[in-house]
């Protein structure tokens, strides 16, 4: 079993829809960061969290740590936001970032 | 300036070519990173550069070398790569000490795609 794991793997949505993506994670950690990287592109830091909740324009990561999950929800989806969303955890034995095997979002118009 | 570049973007090489990859951040970060990542797969850590130190080096093979010949850059020599090297190459940025529990977020460049023939 992955020490992070993700869900959906793949999601298909209308724009305008609410979307919200999973990440459980299974190790102690001290920073939960979700990720977005457009096909063959880099990558994209969209939050870092280690507690709470935190808003950038459509977008709202939420992180329960004794529940060891987190949620990235986007708000009145675009078609732009078709990427691949990836959960990163920091910690466990190493402190390294442990990475998700990720969730491909298409969102058609 | 709040952002890491990477060159080239593309690169073909041969097996027996040298080349670099080359990283650069001017966020005053001390620790710098290579991840390799192969199509529809996370990236996997290769290299960590602290203080422009080699921190970390998870058992890349030696045809792959990095070099932090300053603070704000960080090189990666290639030579006799294997076509299974083909991949995109991804440098990141943090602010501290990676050894230091702590909220460093990374900073990812835009890559470097590469394809060995």
């Known amino acids: 079993k992955n020490e992070v794991e993700q869900s959906p793997q793949n999601l298909t949505a209308q724009e305008g829809e609410f979307i919200t993506i999973n990440c459980s994670y299974s190790v102690g950690i001290s920073a939960l960061h979700w990720l977005q990287q457009h096909p063959g592109g880099g990558i994209v830091s969209l939050f870092m969290?280690?507690?709470g909740k935190k808003k950038h324009g459509r977008l709202i990561a939420t992180i329960n740590i004794q529940e060891k999950h987190s949620s990235l929800h986007i708000t009145a989806s675009h078609p732009r936001d078709s990427a691949v969303y990836i959960c990163?955890?920091?910690?466990?034995?190493?402190?390294?970032?442990?990475f998700g095997t990720g969730t491909l979002l298409a969102v058609q118009p | 300036d709040t952002e890491v570049t990477q060159t080239p973007k593309h690169l073909v090489m041969g097996m027996t070519n040298k080349k670099s990859l080359k990283c650069e951040q001017h966020?005053?970060?001390?620790?710098m990173y290579w991840y390799k990542q192969k199509a529809k797969k996370p990236p996997e850590l290769m290299f960590v550069y602290s203080y422009e130190k080699l921190s970390i080096n998870e058992s890349v093979p030696s045809r792959f070398s990095p070099e932090c010949p300053n603070s704000s850059l960080l090189n990666l020599h290639l030579h006799a790569l294997q076509p299974e090297d083909s991949a995109l190459y991804l440098c990141?940025?943090?602010?501290?000490?990676?050894?230091?529990?702590?909220?460093?977020?990374?900073?990812f460049g835009p890559g470097t795609r590469l394809t060995v023939l």
């Open positions: 990163a955890v920091r910690g466990g034995a190493t402190n390294k970032l442990i």
């Open positions: 990141a940025s943090s602010q501290g000490n990676t050894r230091i529990r702590g909220n460093n977020e990374q900073f």
């Open positions: 966020m005053g970060h001390r620790a």
């Open positions: 969290l280690s507690s």
